[in-house]
């Protein structure tokens, strides 16, 4: 098993099912890739759901089932690494989509190289695909995709804000896991951990997407009171600091001062 893809999964709409077809459309060997499922503090509803829509896809794509208690993406992301069998780690969110060529394209240029993550291009939508729209992610990706890897992180620094949208080997991962006691900026923080242990960033081809759905009722996209953002950025940037100074001869002070400084640019540019 070459790439293990992890998907938590917390009370999902419909469009669960249309986050897996988009797995079992993938044009990667359907033996080269697992799916681990994480089910995680849903209701009996919801996991019943879970099952049917596995069920029914099991017979296209390798599906792993597992359940956590508590709700939670980095806990169940953790749950996931534990038991992925790939060399190759993969996440993607529930109610997001890939593009069908996504695995094979990461795949094909992670193996060339040795430490390295290999980023996908990256678009947002609501209820479409045929009308999605570029993010911040987006920008940063054609502004490098043509310049080949990079080994500067605080060049793309951008693309360690996101667990998702591309492939990292299971050995830079190595026994480091999310902070379960964030739900919001678990993504930066595990990506900031894991990041001295990236050789270089390589760019996928451009028509290997990974779409992102824009939910209202989405966990990071609540809305929240300025003090309450203010709270949350002065505990997230005292984790950055608490990672850095673990290793500061070993992580980069530059890319650092950024993730640091990062969470409050968000809540004063309000």
């Known amino acids: ?46 996991v019943r759901y879970i099952l049917k829509q596995c069920e029914f896809f099991a017979q296209k794509i390798n599906i792993k089932i597992l359940y ?37 394209d990461l795949l094909e240029k992670v193996e060339k190289e040795k430490n390295a993550i290999v980023v996908s291009n990256v678009y947002a939508f609501s209820d479409s695909i045929t009308k999605c729209h570029a993010d911040y992610i987006t920008k940063s990706f054609l502004r490098y995709a043509d310049g080949g890897a990079i080994t500067k992180k605080i060049k793309v620094r951008s693309f360690f804000s996101s667990s998702c949208c591309k492939i990292i080997p299971k050995d830079v991962i190595a026994g480091r896991k999310f902070d379960s006691n964030f739900k919001i900026g678990e993504d930066s923080l595990f990506m900031a951990l894991i990041s001295d242990r990236v050789s270089k960033v390589i760019f996928a081809n451009k028509d290997t997407i990974y779409y992102r759905r824009i939910r209202i009722t989405s966990i990071s996209h609540e809305n929240k009171s300025r003090m309450r953002s203010l709270e949350l950025s002065m505990c997230i940037s005292f984790s950055f600091l608490k990672i850095y100074f673990s290793k500061p001869f070993q992580y980069n002070l530059l890319f650092f001062m950024n993730r640091i400084i990062a969470p409050f640019h968000r809540v004063f540019s309000f």
Do not use: H, W
Request: proline share 2%.
């Open 1 to 46: 098993m070459l790439v293990s893809l992890i998907i938590p999964s917390y009370n999902p709409d419909f469009y669960f099912s249309e986050c897996l077809q988009s797995v079992a459309n993938q044009t990667l060997d359907k033996k080269r890739f697992e799916v681990i499922i994480v089910i995680n503090g849903c209701t009996i509803d919801s």
């Open 68 to 104: 956590a208690e508590t709700a939670g993406a980095a806990n169940a992301r953790n749950i996931g690494l534990r038991y992925a069998s790939g060399n190759y780690i993969c996440f993607l969110d529930d109610d997001d989509l890939i593009s069908e060529n996504y695995l094979m």
